[in-house]
């Protein structure tokens, strides 16, 4: 595996019971869960699809809320996390290593968004032209000020971006160069937290929102079309954790 610097590479649900996320997570998307020794703590649960480890759990620290958390690749974490800091952002937990993994660091950017430096042992997943179905297929950041955020990730990360007119707004689409690695985007609503939100591409949307709610979810925008793009709906997991299922659109 090569190093991709700017592309989000791991997913972890930070969460207070790990045993019902995996319950959850497992019946509706068919995940199944491996544990990896760590040297001096508890095991890690690693997530994968099919034969691929695509994130794992993690014990939510006492008073965090119940999450799901975006990793993104980096060159150096600690050079990265030192800019981060310089331009607005707030340390949630200072550089460390994870064994012979990775060295990884958590920040809050200028908006309130969280999310993880990494940088892995083994380099990263590399790029594909299609996503499995039960695999990550989008990361979003929905902030109550997209100004500041979009600023922040260019500067410091090197981001470019493509800027889509949209009914609520700009949709501004994240690149590496040609390659692109996320959106950003206003909050629908003042009440909307600021936060990274991950989609799972699935083959039915609707079925799948159906059975998450069927599970124990919350739906919070059901099953809609975005002309082009494909059909999404967003949903809170039993654990209070925000997850949205995406069914692409043809190509």
């Known amino acids: 595996m090569s190093s991709l610097p700017g592309k989000f590479v791991w997913f972890e649900h930070v969460s207070n019971d790990i045993a019902k996320a995996r319950a959850f997570y497992e019946t509706l998307f068919g995940w199944h869960t491996e544990t ?28 965090v809320p119940n999450a799901w958390l975006s990793y993104l690749s980096v060159s150096d974490v600690d050079a990265s996390y030192k800019s981060a800091l310089a331009a607005g952002a707030k340390s949630l937990m200072a550089p460390m290593d994870y064994g012979s ?3 990884a660091a958590t920040l809050a950017d200028p908006s309130g968004g969280v999310f993880s430096l990494w940088k892995g042992a083994m380099g990263d997943p590399a790029d594909t032209e299609d996503v ?18 979009l600023a922040f990730y260019e500067k410091v990360f090197g981001f470019s971006h493509d800027a889509m007119p949209m009914p609520q707004g700009v949709y501004y689409v994240l690149k590496q160069g040609e390659t692109v690695r996320g959106g950003l985007a206003k909050a629908m609503d003042a ?13 039915d949307c609707d079925a799948s929102a159906a059975k998450a709610v069927g599970l124990g979810a919350t739906s919070c925008v059901p099953p809609t079309d975005i002309p082009g793009i494909g059909r999404f709906s967003m949903l809170i997991d039993p654990l209070g954790a925000a997850i949205a299922v995406m069914k692409p659109a043809p190509r």
């Open 191 to 203: 009440k909307t937290p600021t936060m990274w939100m991950q989609y799972v591409k699935v083959a």
């Open 101 to 103: 993994a990775g060295r």
């Open 132 to 149: 499995p179905v039960g695999g990550w297929y989008w990361n979003e950041l929905s902030t109550q000020n997209e100004t500041a955020a």
């Open 36 to 63: 990896m020794p760590m040297p001096g703590g508890e095991p890690y649960s690693v997530i994968h699809n099919g034969g691929a480890g695509i994130g794992g759990y993690a014990k939510a620290p006492a008073g």
